[in-house]
């Protein structure tokens, strides 16, 4: 509509500013938010400019909050930190470059969890962001601020990251879609270190695949600065489909190895049942691995990784104070790491890619809910235990998430509907490496056939 001027940047950026006045304070999902003359005044020079024959990029003129594990450059960037309560960095990560340059107005930034450590959104900088449909539960995270402020059509499209399902959980609690893309998909950057942090990447959130595909389109794209960013259009992943439906394996709980909070499987094969009604076809699956050798592989490599990038500040004794206990947690098992150990792990995840490899010679996606629970009180922190069964972890109840992560392949989550207290799931639909267009592709059909309506 914009481009077409049958409305103006600025008036397109007004109301979603009066949305966020609206909203906003319930919820507190948008925070560093910028002054509204500043952000008007860019919308105002977007329009100028079209006026004047500019063509107009892919997010010419579109409010964007960045989410705030992300470099904004000129604007307060905290990770959710009280050591970076103030840190305004002097350059942008790199895809928020793109962003800008495709004409997204960096309107703030959306909230996280300390270091984005913990599938839940709080710290002691901005507090907790809330659930987009009952207040009174949590938003998940890390991507949680960036998932309700989608939701509650604050923002009309977001950034998210994603380690230990970051953008998936909160996409799956808010009724939202979540793209994990492919390691490299997005650059990374700028960062100290560059070869090491393989399981962590960016990814674009929304309402619609539609709507996905296009920030992918802007945020994609290989960068010298990023020695891991993949080359080419990520459209190009897409395979050419001989045949259909979409062969869909069912992981489930993995044969009763991931424990699930009642209601949970329910909804997800529910909605799994209606997208056989269209070009869908699902077998339940449980593939033969040692699924508690996998996960702690996946946390080793987390502490060796997400961990040591926090060592310099638990090495100052002032900081270390300031860092929550999940943060201390994950320093210290990496300090406890031998060589030999990261090697047996990252051997454990080769195993495992191997497994993948040979399911998708039989299916064409994997499934798997986004969660083992349903959205929890905002004051609780993790859940100690899911039907019975207790939590080792601040994490573990988001090992659900892992196998994506650790497989490197990208996953998307689509929603799967509501249970009867109204609170949202999702389901992961796992691709084949770099596979990314692909998996978008059967979103859509997925999305067509179970007539979608996101966001709240």
């Known amino acids: 509509m914009i481009a077409e001027r049958q409305v103006s940047a600025s008036e397109v950026v007004a109301a979603y500013l009066d949305r966020i006045d609206e909203v906003n304070g319930t919820v507190n ?38 989410k705030d594990l992300a470099q904004t450059k000129g604007l307060r960037t905290t990770f959710g930190s009280r050591i970076f309560a103030d ?6 990560s790199y895809f928020v470059s793109r962003m800008r340059d495709a004409g997204a107005i960096i309107i703030g930034k959306t ?27 949590s938003s998940g995270g890390s991507s949680g601020g960036a998932a309700v402020a989608l939701a509650l059509h604050m923002v009309p499209l977001a950034d998210g990251s994603d380690l ?9 609690w808010n009724n939202v879609f979540g793209f994990r893309t492919s390691p490299g998909r997005v650059a990374a950057g700028p960062s100290t270190e560059l070869y090491l942090s393989q399981m962590s990447v960016e990814g674009p959130m929304a309402r619609s695949v539609a709507d996905l595909a296009l920030l992918l389109g802007v945020q994609a794209g290989y960068d010298p600065r990023s020695p ?24 489930g709980d993995l044969g009763g190895h991931l424990p699930m909070e009642d209601g949970v499987l329910d909804a997800c094969e529910s909605a799994l049942r209606g997208a056989e009604a269209g070009s869908f076809r699902i077998e339940p699956v449980i593939p033969d691995f040692d699924y508690e050798g996998l996960w702690e592989a996946f946390v080793m490599l987390r502490h060796a990784s997400s ?11 002032q900081q270390r104070e300031l860092l929550k206990p999940e943060a201390i947690w994950e320093i210290e098992g990496g300090l406890s790491l031998t060589a030999p150990q990261i090697y047996a792990a990252s051997t454990v995840r ?16 994997l499934a798997l809910p986004t969660a083992q629970v349903f959205a929890f009180d905002a004051e609780l922190h993790w859940p100690a235990e899911i039907a019975g069964r207790g939590m080792d972890s601040y994490h573990r109840w988001m090992e659900v998430t892992a196998l994506a992560t650790m497989a490197g392949c990208p996953a998307i ?22 596979a990314d267009a692909e998996v978008l592709s059967a979103a859509a059909s997925y999305e067509q056939v179970c007539g979608i309506k996101a966001g709240a």
């Not at 497994?355 to 039989?362: D, G, Q």
């Open 29 to 66: 999902a948008i925070v560093s938010l910028r002054s509204r003359g500043q952000i008007l005044a860019e919308a105002k020079a977007a329009d100028a400019a079209q006026a004047a024959g500019v063509r107009p990029g892919p997010l010419h003129g579109l409010p964007i909050a960045i």
């Open 87 to 92: 840190f305004v960095p002097e350059e942008d």
């Open 111 to 137: 909230n996280v969890p300390e270091f984005g450590f913990g599938s839940q959104t709080y710290n002691d900088v901005f507090g907790a962001t809330r659930n987009a449909f009952d207040p009174r539960l």
């Open 164 to 172: 230990c399902g970051s953008l998936r959980n909160p996409a799956g």
């Open 228 to 251: 891991l960013s993949l080359d080419g259009d990520f459209r190009s992943s897409a395979e050419k489909r001989k045949e259909m439906p979409w062969r869909i394996a069912w992981l």
């Open 307 to 317: 961990g040591m990038s926090l060592k310099i500040h638990y090495d100052d004794a």
């Open 350 to 365: 080769s195993a495992w890619y191997k497994t993948v490899l040979s399911l998708f010679e039989r299916y064409d996606l």
């Open 413 to 434: 989550a689509v929603p799967a509907g509501f249970d009867v207290s109204g609170r949202s799931m999702g389901i992961q639909l796992i691709g084949r490496p770099r």
